[in-house]
């Protein structure tokens, strides 16, 4: 019942969820599954790096083909983009297509590398679902269902998918919810000038 003093403040987590989530015995599948996403972010970003149209002299062509044919895919009556993602794209994306390019760019090389190396692998993967998200809602399927799932999983096993990784050193060393690293300042109590 709602409401109750005696009801308690927090639903214990399943056993098979501690397991799965949140036990470093499990760290060697989230390895073997954020370096297969980590991986294909790199190449998706070398790619884009090495390849005309996306950085130096020529960025923003590649996007801005890619953010025509999506804004083309939102006519018809079964329109693979929705409308306000397409005038999202046409108003916010194609004016300033060439920072864009570089920010898709990089920001894929940032997501590989964090997933690869396990440094701060749960905002890594949270990154790497929203361009995921993105993608799809631009029309472009491809992979990025498959990547989506793996990362919502990541982002769920956050605690000890870096634990063989940087996450190991890191989490410890700036803090989590469940214990204050060296990094995070001590809390001072606050004294208060009301008379009682």
């Not at 929705?82 to 920010?103: E, M, N």
């Not at 898709?104 to 995921?132: D, P």
């Not at 998918?161 to 410890?172: C, H």
Request: hydrophobic fraction near 55%; aromatic fraction near 14%.
């Amino acid at each position: 019942m709602i409401g109750r003093a005696d009801a308690p403040t927090q639903i214990p987590e399943p056993r098979l969820a501690k397991f799965f989530f949140a036990d470093v015995r499990l760290s060697w599948l989230w390895l073997i599954i954020r370096v297969y996403v980590g991986w294909q972010w790199l190449s998706a970003a070398i790619d884009k790096i090495q390849g005309p149209g996306w950085v130096g002299n020529g960025a923003g062509t590649a996007l801005k083909g890619f953010v025509a044919g999506s804004i083309g895919q939102a006519t018809g009556s079964h329109a693979n983009v929705q409308g306000w993602y397409a005038t999202i794209l046409k108003d916010v994306v194609l004016p300033h297509v060439a920072i864009w390019s570089y920010v898709v760019t990089f920001g894929e090389l940032a997501c590989g590398l964090g997933l690869i190396l396990g440094l701060f692998t749960g905002i890594a993967a949270f990154s790497g679902a929203f361009m995921n998200m993105n993608y799809m809602m631009a029309g472009a399927v491809s992979i990025n269902p498959v990547l989506l799932f793996l990362e919502l999983l990541l982002i769920l096993a956050w605690r000890v998918a870096g634990y063989i990784g940087l996450d190991f050193f890191a989490l410890p060393f700036l803090g989590t919810p469940w214990q204050r690293g060296p990094m995070q300042p001590k809390l001072v109590p606050q004294v208060s000038s009301q008379p009682l």
